[in-house]
């Protein structure tokens, strides 16, 4: 995994999502790599040599996952950082879900980001099945009525840093709601978005001032 600042990765066609989701934190404070990459190793290192069939691995992926605590809105903006989540084996569901991929690539399985009825996912997906995996270890068939949005990196660190703005601004940090409305500029948008993401950063800067 590299360190790139966020707005190169931001700016490449398709960053994957965890290195997105890392170099945004480290862009709101200072973090070391070295203890992810070996937080991310260790979780994957019992999944390595599993030669089952995808959905059995999938299900593995889960109880490694069921390590973790979903902590529910409104808490403080560690939840959102990765490097904080891996430490304190607690996060927000959507970055459970970036860590649950992460791994789940680390041990050879390739997973898809997914939500589906407002709940992140990570799917395999086969022969035009997913069979996904939330973030509390279940590991349902998804049916064929059901219709799950795909997630690009990108779009999980736009909703990561709404979310940073949020709480942020929720707990009176204006300085870092400000940085995170920032950097959402640098992500890939049409010029209508733009535009009005632009003016809520105006905002919080007038309320800062």
């Known amino acids: 995994m590299r360190l790139t600042p966020f707005v190169l990765q931001a700016a490449a066609p398709d960053p994957d999502p965890a290195e997105l989701a890392l170099s ?3 862009e709101l404070h200072q973090l070391d790599l070295a203890p992810v990459e070996q937080a991310l190793d260790a979780l994957a290192a019992g999944l390595t040599q599993d030669t089952r069939p995808a959905p059995e691995r ?7 996952m069921a390590e973790f605590a979903s ?15 891996l430490e304190c084996r607690a996060g927000d569901p959507l ?3 970036v860590v649950a991929a992460e791994v789940g690539r680390r041990a050879g399985l390739e997973l898809t980001l997914l939500s589906c009825h407002g709940r992140p ?14 973030v509390i270890g279940d590991c349902p068939r998804l049916r064929e009525d059901e219709q799950p949005h795909c997630h690009c990196a990108h779009q999980v660190a736009f909703a990561i840093l709404g979310a940073v703005i949020e709480r942020a601004t929720r707990a009176g940090d204006l300085v870092t709601a400000i940085k995170a409305a920032e950097l959402r500029l640098a992500l890939p948008l049409e010029r209508s978005a733009l535009a009005a993401l632009g003016s809520e950063l105006l905002a919080l800067r007038v309320r800062l001032n």
């Open 121 to 134: 996912l990570v799917a395999y997906v086969e022969d035009g099945h997913a069979v996904a995996l939330d």
């Open 95 to 97: 970055l459970l879900a």
């Open 24 to 26: 945004l934190a480290a």
């Open 58 to 64: 999938l299900r593995a992926l889960g109880e490694v």
């Open 71 to 85: 902590v529910a809105p409104p808490a403080s903006i560690d939840g959102l950082l990765l490097d904080r989540v």
